[in-house]
Structure formats: C-alpha cells, structure tokens
C-alpha cells in the first residue's frame, strides 16, 4: 500500500516517551496545586489562630493600678485595685483562711484567761497546738508556783479577753523547706464577771512559726480541736509601743435593768450567767462538772487527757475547781440554842362558785 505509514520501534518508542512526558506534566501540576492548597489552608489555620490568641491575651496589657491601704490604728496593710474585688470574700485563698483562723483561735486561748474557758476547751487547745518547747512554756506561766500566773492576778471573779488587731502571714522557701510565720496585733482587756466593767490592759505583737502535720498521734477529742495538725514551733510576744486603737466600751459594760425587773447581783439580766456559770432552773448538761463541787469518780477531768491517748501533755493547774471543805457551822451553847420558827397553818381558800360561798 502506497499511503501506510511504515511502522517502526523507533517511531513507537519516541511516541510513547511523548505521551509519558505529558502524563508527567500533568501529574506534577495537579501534585503541585494540591501542595499549595494545603499550605494555604495551613497557613490560614496559623492566621486564625494569631488572631484568636492576640485577641485572648489583649486584656492582659492593661496597666491595672494597686492601692495598698494600711489601717492608721492596727497597721494592718489591705492590697486593693481597681477591678472591684477590694473585700470581697472570693479574693483570699482557702490555705490562707484557714491558717488565718488557726493563728487567731490559738493566740486567743493562749492570750486570754477565763477559769471556766480554761477548763473546758482553752488549755487542751493551746497544748494540742503547740510543740513541745512551746508547750514547756506555756505550761511555766500558769505554774503553781509562779507568782505571776494569770490565776493569781486576777483569779475567779475576773478574767483576760484578747481582741485581734491584725494578722499577717508570710511564708519563705518553697516546698518541704518552707517556713510559715505569722504576725499578730492584739489587746488585752480586762472583764470584772461582778459588774461587767471593763478596762484596757495593754497591746501585744505576736510572732510565730507553725507547720501543718497530718501524722500527727491524736485522740478524737484533740482531732476535734485540730483536725489538721496545726503545730506552732516558734513563740514570742512583746509589748506594742504603736497607738493603741480607741476601746469600744472602755466603761461599764454591763446592762442597764429595765424597769419592773428586780436587781439581782451577778447578771445583768435576770436569767443570765457568767461563762462556765449554771443558770438557774435549767437542769445541768450530763457529764459537765459543776463549779464547787469535787468531780464525780471516773468522770474526766477538764485538761487532764486518759493514759495511753492522743498527745501527752501537761495537766490543767489547779484553777480553784474542787470545792475546799465546807467551814465547820459554830455550835451554840446548851439549852441556848434559838428555837425553831413555827409554822403558820396555810390558810384555806373558801370555796365559791359564781361568788356564793359554801357558808
């Protein structure tokens, strides 16, 4: 045939390597655009996100201005900004409330003196507080034969109330090194129980170190008092030379007695008792000693802690509790003796009805 190509290898080898190269093209533009769509939509996500970051940390360069106010009476420094958060009570940490009202409820029970607030909860609780050295003394100030013990100063019929002026805590190191310190502004009053008056002692600095141990050996009673093992290690107190803060009722504290009421000595309304003080016409609480009498055989002893339980510690002293032995009644003369006073016969009341008598 005249018009038929020959065909040859050479020819198909060189038509095959032409189509190869367009298949090659092609597949490279097509790998090439999927590669850069995916940069695009990687490069986009990163914009986004700058964005969204930038967006986020934007408050953040506000300049927000501190106001550090300090109490002119108790030196008491209060850091305040302008967010609205001053005082409010979301703005102190859980630890620090706590360690705040462990610091303040130990220097009031070892600060103030009250015979019947020793006896019940004031002396286990500032023992199961302390460590031993500082348990050592407190144990020396109430001492019998200290001539100086709170007992002999003022005895039953006054008694010590301590007001916290401030506390402030601090903390140095980190971890198990760290030392917890606390410093603590408080006065001192004096409380007549007789007449309810009350007069300014004086204003104290308190500084102590205190740790927290949750192994510590206590019974359930001293758990009660100190479930988280609160330990205080270091104990100092001296006087405040600083202004002392004005005292609320620097007078007579004691109620007036409405009118129709009749005086009665030692309450300032009929019905009320002192602290530790029975009330008349109420029944005593089970298992509570009673002022003045000696305790029951087997009863527990306020400040005395059953052998072998919890941490030993000194006993209470002898605050006055057991009752001495009554005063021997004098005896009179024979045949001098006053008679006994007779009885008067209760008169009977008539019996009426409707205003007739039975007469």
Same mark, same amino acid.
């Given at each position: ?16 390597? /032409? ?38 940390? !934007?408050? !953040? ?16 420094? #209060?850091?305040?900004? !302008?967010? /609205? ?69 003022? /005895? ?18 980190? /971890? ?21 008056? #009350? ?16 192994? !510590? ?143």
């Amino acid at each position: 045939m005249l018009g038929k190509k020959k065909e040859s290898p050479q020819i198909d080898n060189t038509a095959a390597k /032409g189509v190869n190269f367009e298949v090659s093209i092609a597949d490279l533009a097509r790998r090439s655009e999927k590669r850069a769509w995916m940069i695009a939509w990687t490069c986009l996500f990163i914009v986004i996100a700058m964005v969204g970051g930038f967006i986020y940390i !934007l408050p !953040l360069k506000r300049e927000v201005p501190y106001l550090i106010m300090a109490d002119a009476f108790t030196g008491q420094a #209060t850091v305040a900004t !302008l967010r /609205g958060d001053f005082n409010s009570p979301n703005s102190i940490t859980a630890s620090e409330a706590l360690a705040r009202s462990n610091v303040a409820q130990y220097i009031i029970a070892r600060e103030s003196f009250d015979v019947a607030m020793m006896n019940l909860r004031d002396w286990d609780l500032v023992n199961v507080m302390s460590a031993p050295n500082v348990r050592n003394g407190y144990a020396a100030i109430h001492a019998g034969n200290n001539p100086d013990s709170p007992f002999k100063k003022y /005895g039953k019929e006054r008694a010590v109330r301590v007001k916290i002026l401030s506390i402030q805590l601090e903390r140095k190191g980190s /971890g198990d090194s760290a030392r917890n310190s606390a410093t603590v502004r408080f006065q001192r009053v004096e409380y007549d129980k007789k007449t309810g008056d #009350t007069k300014p002692l004086d204003s104290k600095i308190a500084r102590l170190e205190y740790t927290y141990k949750p192994n !510590l050996a206590m019974d359930e009673k001293q758990r009660y008092n100190n479930p988280l093992g609160f330990q205080v290690t270091e104990y100092t107190v001296d006087n405040d030379y600083a202004a002392s803060p004005p005292v609320e009722n620097p007078v007579s504290a004691q109620p007036q007695v409405p009118a129709g009421y009749p005086a009665q000595q030692g309450y300032g309304y009929p019905g009320q008792a002192y602290p530790g003080q029975q009330v008349p016409g109420q029944p005593a609480v089970p298992g509570q000693q009673v002022p003045g009498q000696p305790p029951v055989p087997g009863q527990q002893v306020p400040g005395q802690m059953p052998a072998g339980q919890g941490q030993v510690y000194p006993s209470a002293p002898d605050f006055g509790n057991p009752a001495a032995a009554p005063a021997a009644q004098p005896q009179y003369p024979a045949g001098a003796a006053p008679a006994a006073p007779q009885q008067v016969p209760a008169a009977q009341a008539p019996n009426q009805v409707n205003g007739v008598g039975n007469r």
